[in-house]
């Protein structure tokens, strides 16, 4: 579980619990962030922005943070008490848990950007995601969609198995994805498999640093088949086959392959001071392994360790002492505070300034200075962060997903990307009159 992590990007990060929550911390104090639908926290009536109060007897108002964690770390696999008060209560209510296996979903905040335009975001790449994916785009009304905004930001790899069938919704049967090569090993080709749904729909995939392994494999098939627009910030650059061998106490990691894409590119950035520090000559299909790389158009793709967008979209830069807010969770406790002393807030809420004055109120007590420059100049992130706090612990994570979502500048550019589809990529020679958009794929032959 998260804690101090207010924004929903981080959250997103850990959702796999034995009673099924999501929970906020800070010392003395325990917030239900979100509960998945059918687990025990949920079976039991706990809802977004329940405090739980008591664990087991133990008074949680006594206990600092590593205290809190160590005792929520004990309770996760056994039958539990929680002493929970629930918003707008002053009494707190006995739940009984029992603890149970959940697989938690690795498709989250699927939703219409606009008419047409669908959005799904992938934490990992597990046996189930094609077709959480497969679910997600029929949910939102497959037959008007023109578009899909894939963001595989923060995706940190998986199964490649499943890479695979999930690449074969978008490509062609019998398309290759990736190759294994290594030195002591027999090369291996994996592609596309029949059978599968195909989806002729526009697509955008977003990535940046955190985008790893698997994940890379995926968008790099998608942007050397010339399948998608890539955007964003380069990939990290994590493209090896590692083999564990157990040993007494332990075990032993071994790097025996590194994977390959469709071009022949390594997705494996250089790491100086190890074998991997340059290409290996001997496992590189080019000549020249850094440059000379070519999409199934022509359009020339660097070779230098991880995947290079085809359009630059820079994450934004947030002023570091309003970024240390979320950082420490300053804007759920506030939520949580406003909504014990405040009307109920419903979906057409907006902070105006009166609620940016009480929030500079609730810093001062505090003690949490914000310079009178950071904070003019960021109003409207602030805005939007106290609306996304409260939003969560009111509507749940999914709720301030999607308003975090439709306010990220990466996705807002994103979007803009869509009517420019088929002129990123048609063939470098290409005629301007030969770049025609029907819909809903514009660059379908």
């Not at 490509?171 to 294994?180: I, R």
């Not at 090569?181 to 596309?192: F, H, I, V, Y």
Request: proline share 8%; charged share 20%.
């Amino acid at each position: 579980m998260p804690t101090n992590m207010s924004s929903t990007a981080n959250l997103r990060r850990a959702r796999r619990a034995a009673l099924g929550r999501i929970l906020f911390l800070e010392p003395g104090k325990i917030l239900v962030l979100q509960t998945a639908p059918g687990s025990p926290s949920w079976r039991a009536g706990l809802r977004p922005g329940d405090e739980i109060v008591e664990i087991n007897g133990q008074r949680c108002d006594r206990l600092g943070m590593e205290s809190l964690l160590e005792l929520l770390q004990r309770v996760r696999s056994q039958p539990v008490r929680l002493g929970v008060i629930h918003p707008g209560e002053v009494v707190a209510h006995e739940h009984k848990l029992n603890p149970a296996e959940l697989a938690m979903p690795t498709v989250d905040t699927p939703l219409l950007l606009e008419p047409g335009i669908a959005y799904v975001h992938i934490t990992s790449l597990d046996r189930e995601t094609p077709q959480e994916v497969l679910d997600a785009i029929h949910q939102l009304g497959i037959e008007n969609l023109k578009g899909l905004l894939l963001d595989l930001r923060w995706t940190h790899g998986g199964v490649l198995g499943a890479t695979i069938r999930l690449a074969s919704l978008f490509l062609k049967p019998e398309v290759l994805v990736v190759t294994q090569r290594g030195r002591a090993m027999p090369e291996k080709s994996l592609q596309t498999v029949a059978g599968l749904a195909q989806f002729d729909l526009a697509l955008v995939v977003l990535v940046n640093g955190e985008t790893a392994g698997a994940a890379e494999v995926l968008a790099a098939a998608l942007q050397e088949h010339d399948r998608a627009v890539i955007a964003g910030e380069p990939t990290l650059g994590k493209g090896v086959v590692e083999s564990v061998t157990a040993l007494s106490g332990g075990g032993l990691t071994l790097t025996t392959a590194q994977y390959f894409t469709p071009s022949g590119r390594s997705i494996q950035r250089p790491l100086p001071g190890t074998a991997l520090a340059l290409p290996d000559p001997a496992l590189s299909t080019s000549a020249n392994p850094r440059h000379g790389f070519h999409t199934d158009n022509g359009r020339l793709i660097t070779a230098d360790g991880g995947i290079v967008p085809d359009v630059a979209l820079p994450a934004p830069q947030r002023d570091p002492r309003v970024a240390a807010l979320d950082t420490h969770g300053t804007f759920t406790s506030f939520a949580s505070e406003y909504l014990t002393t405040h009307a109920k807030v419903d979906r057409s809420f907006e902070p105006d300034a009166r609620i940016l004055g009480l929030f500079q109120d609730y810093l001062v007590r505090k003690r949490i200075h914000v310079p009178a420059e950071s904070w003019s100049q960021n109003q409207e992130y602030l805005k939007l962060r106290i609306k996304t706090g409260l939003f969560n612990l009111i509507f749940g994570l999914s709720v301030g997903d999607e308003l975090e979502t439709r306010n990220d500048p990466q996705v807002q550019k994103a979007m803009a990307l869509f009517p420019e589809i088929c002129s990123l990529l048609k063939p470098p020679l290409a005629k301007a009159d030969t770049c025609v958009s029907p819909k809903p794929n514009p660059c379908k032959e």
